[in-house]
């Protein structure tokens, strides 16, 4: 296998499929066209719209996947999203109704990913919604961050997967720098208490709630 230029996923028969996040999911319908004219020259015959807010290229045979990066990253350049993990936002005040105002979900979600690039904390699922009905499933995921008229609240320790859990509340009524800054103890607390691959449900599982809570809430 080559090295290929991003994180890809092999499929059973041996092609690849490259996962791409352009702007978190808010796309134009030109994108769309650029994205189907990639399909057509690089064969792939198979585009999904994922959980994430993706749209991946399904069937991508090995010689193809670092020339499809590069024209990608050429037409998309700083839209294109790589998050350590994967960063999930819902539609967000610009569009939904319920949303409260004055928060914005879009350039929170590019400060997590900031925030996440900067640590080695695993596979971390994050959420991030502009109410309290949580469209981007945040409580569900492993760091969830919901909008209120109050300010910000993160919950910590969702799961989604096999044995699945809802994150708990460890933090509300939040700024937004008083956020990122919680944020980021969160990522670091992460990176020095993982085993291994494990998921952060289970790391707090292992260390308890209140242990994480006394290293990032001091």
Known sequence: MEQFKHHVSMHKDGTYSVGVSIDQGYMTPDDFAVLSELAKKYEVTSLMATTA?????????????NPLWEDLEQTFGDRLCFPKGKVIVCPGSKFCKFATPGKDNHAMGREVERISKAH?????????????LGCAMPRVRDLGILATAKGWMLTVGGNGGSKPGVGE??????????LLALL???????????????????????????????????
């Open 169 to 178: 509340v460890i933090a509300q009524d939040l700024t937004e720098e008083e």
């Open 120 to 132: 080695e904390a695993g596979k971390v699922k994050v959420g991030v919604s502009c109410c309290l």
């Open 53 to 65: 807010k993706k749209i991946n290229f399904m069937d991508v045979k090995e010689a193809n996947v």
């Open 184 to 218: 980021d103890k969160v990522y670091q607390y992460l990176q020095e208490n993982k085993d291994g691959k494990e998921r952060s449900i289970r790391t707090i599982e292992r260390l308890g709630i209140d242990h994480l809570k006394a290293a990032v809430l001091g």
